[in-house]
Nanobody
Framework: QVQLAESGGGLVQPGGSLRLSCAASGSVFEINTMGWFRQAPGKEREFVATTTSGGSPTYADSVKGRFTISRDNAKNTVYLQMNTLKPEDTAVYYC???????????????WGQGTLVTVSS
């Protein structure tokens, strides 16, 4: 199996910045797409951003121009740079990855445990 370890969440004032990290480990043979989702209190989980194995990004309209997703394939790590944060960005952010497991060589979807981002004055 593959484990995803997230870090970087915390409390920040409106207009501030945070950088989230997510590193994959375990029985990983190859990682395809990696991305970020978020879930605000009382709302459904929503898409934030993804990046392909080649580094091509896709963003939700709500974060375009403010967030940047990137990855370091040598470290099996994906990042989310969040700038100009707004109170409505407050949510638990979840990392996910489509990874080929070394034991079966089949692609599976994995999720991190989530990291809380709170934007408040």
């Amino acid at each position: 199996q593959v484990q995803l370890a997230e870090s970087g969440g915390g409390l920040v004032q409106p207009g501030g910045s945070l950088r989230l990290s997510c590193a994959a480990s375990g029985s990983v043979f190859e990682i395809n797409t990696m991305g970020w989702f978020r879930q605000a209190p009382g709302k459904e989980r929503e898409f934030v951003a993804t990046t392909t194995s080649g580094g091509s990004p896709t963003y939700a309209d709500s974060v375009k121009g403010r967030f940047t997703i990137s990855r370091d394939n040598a470290k099996n790590t994906v990042y989310l740079q969040m700038n100009t944060l707004k109170p409505e960005d407050t949510a638990v952010y979840y990392c996910n990855a489509v990874a080929r497991v070394s034991t079966t060589y089949k692609y599976q979807i994995f999720w991190g445990q989530g990291t809380l981002v709170t934007v408040s004055s």
